[in-house]
């Protein structure tokens, strides 16, 4: 059984900065990708950021130069940090992690730009 926890979602203010967290836990190992997609309200979800085990990364153009992705391969755990946030970045967002042919994703962390 493998489980996907995200955590660090919360309300912040337009220009703020927030850091969410996603761990992959058992049966699963070193997983070829991780990332993070996002899905606002009456939208679909969208990619936002994705890291590949040998480092590359790619990023959603409406996220270039704001958002960081990163990830810790040993304990199957990627972070992304999130700056200069926008209302329009308003959404849940979800990480998941793909292995041998199978994505797993998380409940979703709620970010929520207001102010």
């Known amino acids: 059984q493998v489980r996907v926890v995200e955590s660090g979602g919360g309300l912040v203010q337009p220009g703020g900065s927030l850091r969410l967290s996603c761990v992959a836990s058992g049966s699963i190992f070193s997983p070829h990708q991780m990332g993070w997609y996002r899905q606002a309200f009456g ?39 999130m700056n200069s946030l926008k209302p329009e970045d308003t959404a849940a967002y979800y990480c998941y992690a793909f292995s041998s042919g199978t994505g797993y994703w998380g409940q979703g962390a709620l970010v929520t730009v207001s102010g």
Do not use: M, P, W
Not at 47 to 71: E, H, P, Q, W
């Open 43 to 81: 939208k679909r979800r969208e990619l936002v950021a994705t890291i590949f085990s040998d480092g590359t990364i790619n990023y959603a153009d409406s996220v270039k130069d704001r958002f960081t992705i990163c990830r810790h391969n040993g304990k199957n755990t990627v972070y992304l940090q």
